[in-house]
């Protein structure tokens, strides 16, 4: 049963193949790939694969994603969730997305916040990491606000568009949630 967690303003379920057109709106912007690490959605296919890519991704315990949904509108705006997940190992990295149009409202700290509650009290991890290109100041300042610490700079980490990118890599230790 794949888990549905609730925000006080926001549902986050399980993305299905109706979510293509929202996974299309946000990874076919712009704005939000340039930050991401991913090249540009072109068609609503290729949004068809992600969705499979999540969902086998949990099957195979690798990671969970969720869509993020307003309690009040029905499609997602975007999505959370953790990648590079290692049971064995305790731990997972933290990715999420937020359409422009809904950027500035908080809904990704709102998500952040219950996905990784969720990480610590259910999944039993013990650190949380997340990878963020330099430039990204607003989930830069977002982790550090929640309490991502800071531990380094991965040289030529990520490519985007053809170009290599720095990165900062974060923790959050279960013990200093």
């Known amino acids: 049963m794949f888990p549905i967690l609730?925000?006080?303003?926001?549902i986050l379920r399980e993305i299905t193949k109706e979510d293509a057109e929202g996974i299309f709106a946000c990874f076919s912007n712009e704005?939000?790939?340039?930050?991401?690490?991913?090249?540009?959605?072109e068609s609503i296919e290729e949004a068809v694969k992600f969705v499979d890519f999540f969902?086998?991704?949990?099957?195979?315990?690798r990671g969970i994603r969720w869509g993020?949904?307003?309690?009040?509108?029905?499609?997602?705006?975007?999505?959370?969730g953790f990648?590079?997940?290692?049971?064995?190992?305790?731990?997972?990295?933290?990715?999420y997305e937020i359409h422009p149009e809904q950027w500035g409202k908080g809904y990704a700290s709102e998500a952040v916040s219950r996905v990784l509650t969720y990480g610590f009290d259910v999944m039993?991890?013990?650190?949380i990491g997340a990878v963020v290109f330099l430039n990204n100041e607003a989930s830069n300042k977002l982790l550090t606000n929640i309490g991502f610490q800071?531990?380094?700079?991965?040289?030529?980490?990520?490519y985007q568009n053809g170009v290599a990118h720095d990165t900062y890599v974060y923790s959050l230790l279960k013990n200093n949630k």
Do not use: C, D, F
């Open 6 to 10: 609730e925000t006080e303003r926001l």
């Open 31 to 41: 704005n939000v790939t340039r930050y991401y690490g991913q090249e540009t959605l």
């Open 55 to 61: 969902s086998n991704n949990y099957n195979e315990k």
């Open 68 to 80: 993020i949904e307003k309690k009040e509108t029905k499609g997602i705006i975007g999505t959370i």
């Open 83 to 95: 990648n590079a997940w290692l049971p064995k190992h305790k731990r997972a990295e933290i990715g």
């Open 124 to 127: 039993n991890l013990t650190r």
């Open 150 to 158: 800071k531990e380094g700079v991965l040289k030529k980490y990520m």
